[in-house]
């Protein structure tokens, strides 16, 4: 593979990333070579890191290989790519060469693992369908963080692409209501079209009164079972605990990084036994650690990738060269995206 250039998107600076090119070596004993088809870029952690808002002092991720390290420019980031095993150490040569596998990798167009670093995809799977694993894999977790039950009530703040699915998740359970909330129209137009009976405008004076209408619906009981906080904005939190009812629960599956807010706990918070729940994909919630593992999560999320449309969230494919233009995209004009996928 002497000959064969790697290109690996690096953030650099605030705002700015960059393509660096090297050779790249031939796997060893052991390793496989990843021929990169599809990166998605997730537009809230990766837009922390493209904005500087990632905080420091904190590991980059602590439960993936190569990502333990503390933030800081220039990084090498990503962890949503799929491609195909077109090499491999003479010991695996029969078993992975020619494989479609996902990965938990940067975006780089080539890349060395070992098999217990990728996970190999059914052949009937598109890789368009694949590489959204990990926002699948994020909604199925925090359904298990927020235990939705038959018959409840659920808001979801946020309709960016883990919004748009989790949503999509919650659309398959028999709820009494389900109303979502994103600032962006198409964002809204597509979460009615995954099963939303209705999303609404944030910004709208009087927002949250509309919420809590809709949700008493002529029952005296008001207030949502059960909210998502998946906007991204702090801010949303004071929203969330509005519409939020007696003893119900907000999972907060946004990470703010070095964003901040003012929280109203006074008031009706104080009487109102509302739980908040922080919620992160990278371990198993204890309640359920039991019997639920990461391998077997993501068996369920991969299942659902073969149920569940969501070809429709993606709205921009863009060569890796041209990267810059996918986060300037996603940072100045919101509205016009939801999901980009880097190709190769």
């Not at 028999?174 to 198409?186: A, E, G, P, Q, V």
């Not at 910004?203 to 005296?220: C, F, H, Q, Y």
């Not at 009812?245 to 109203?264: A, H, N």
């Amino acid at each position: 593979m002497e000959n064969l250039i790697r290109r690996s998107l690096f953030f650099v600076s605030p705002y700015r990333v960059s393509i660096k090119r090297e050779p790249i070596p031939s796997p060893g004993a052991g390793e496989i070579l990843v021929e990169t088809v599809l990166s998605s870029i997730s537009a809230g952690t990766e837009l922390l890191v493209y904005r500087n808002l990632f905080p420091r002092g904190l590991p980059v991720d602590e439960t993936i290989p190569g990502f333990q390290q503390k933030f800081g420019y220039p990084i090498k980031y990503g962890y949503s790519a799929v491609g195909r095993v077109i090499a491999c150490g003479a010991d695996l040569e029969k078993e992975w060469k020619g494989k479609s596998v996902f990965s938990f990798h940067p975006h780089e167009s080539h890349f060395l693992a070992t098999p217990e670093e990728v996970i190999a995809l059914p052949p009937d799977l598109p890789l368009g369908q694949a590489v959204l694993l990990p926002g699948i894999e994020t909604s199925i977790h925090l359904l298990s963080e927020g235990l939705p039950i038959i018959g409840e009530r659920v808001v979801v703040f946020g309709q960016g692409t883990i919004g748009l699915i989790t949503t999509a998740l919650l659309a398959r359970m028999d709820l009494t209501n389900l109303i979502t909330l994103d600032c962006h129209s198409r964002r809204r137009e597509a979460s009615v079209e995954l099963g939303a009976f209705i999303s609404l405008d944030p910004d709208k004076k009087s927002v949250t009164r509309e919420v809590r209408r809709l949700l008493k619906n002529g029952n005296s009981y008001e207030g949502a079972d059960l909210v998502f906080e998946l906007s991204g904005n702090p801010d949303a939190l004071n929203q969330a605990i509005a519409v939020t009812g007696y003893r119900g629960r907000i999972v907060i599956g946004s990470f703010y990084g070095e964003k901040r807010t003012s929280l109203d706990l006074g008031g009706y918070f104080h009487r109102s036994g509302i739980r908040l729940i922080s919620s992160q994909v990278s371990r198993i919630p204890p309640e359920i650690s039991g019997s639920w593992t990461k391998a077997r999560r993501l068996g369920v999320a991969l299942h659902l990738l073969k149920k569940v449309e969501l070809s429709r969230l993606i709205t921009h494919r863009i060569p890796v060269e041209k990267a810059q233009k996918g986060y300037i995209l996603l940072d100045r004009r919101p509205g016009k995206v939801i999901q980009i996928l880097l190709t190769y």
